[in-house]
């Protein structure tokens, strides 16, 4: 059975590294990876961690779960995985009861809020940076969790 311990001496395996290396590289103590390459310990959630930070590309459900590649980017999105460790878009993260079907069930609110120039520096300090051909903003949207919104624009 591939534990979570053989895939830590698969990457030492891989990676071409000594374990006095390795522990080095992750921040472990040589005699704690002794105990994990022996079976005689589990990697705590802090050796994991440090596991995957000193290598980004070791793929993190390859590692805890045995799923997948062993390298980050090789495997394909799996729509159905039901792993923990996948990766989400922000619009996976609404809640389910506020999915909207219809496009006339969103109501919005809008407030266009102008800004004045009060005063001659800021006018100066304003003319001073178009003038260098800098990005300016000239609009923001605040959306909320009921899907209204707000427009502040200049």
Not at 105 to 112: A, F, G, P, S
Not at 127 to 139: G, L, M, P, Q, Y
Request: hydrophobic share 35%.
């Amino acid at each position: 059975m591939n534990t979570i311990n053989n895939r830590i001496q698969i990457i030492i395996d891989e990676k071409g590294l000594s374990p006095s290396e390795f522990s080095s590289q992750v921040g472990m103590q040589r005699s704690n990876l002794s105990h994990l390459l022996s079976g005689r310990n589990q990697p705590s959630f802090d050796i994991i961690t440090k596991i995957l930070s000193a290598f980004p590309d070791i793929n993190s459900d390859w590692l805890l779960l045995g799923k997948g590649d062993m390298y980050r980017g090789m495997q394909s999105v799996d729509e159905d995985d039901d792993s923990p460790f996948h990766q989400t878009s922000i619009f996976d993260m609404l809640p389910t009861d506020k999915v909207i079907s219809k496009p006339q069930e969103v109501k919005t609110v809008q407030k266009v809020v102008e800004t004045p120039i009060e005063s001659p520096k800021i006018e100066e300090k304003h003319n001073e940076i178009n003038s260098a051909k800098e990005k300016k903003v000239t609009k923001i949207v605040i959306f909320y969790d009921d899907f209204s919104f707000d427009v502040y624009q200049k």
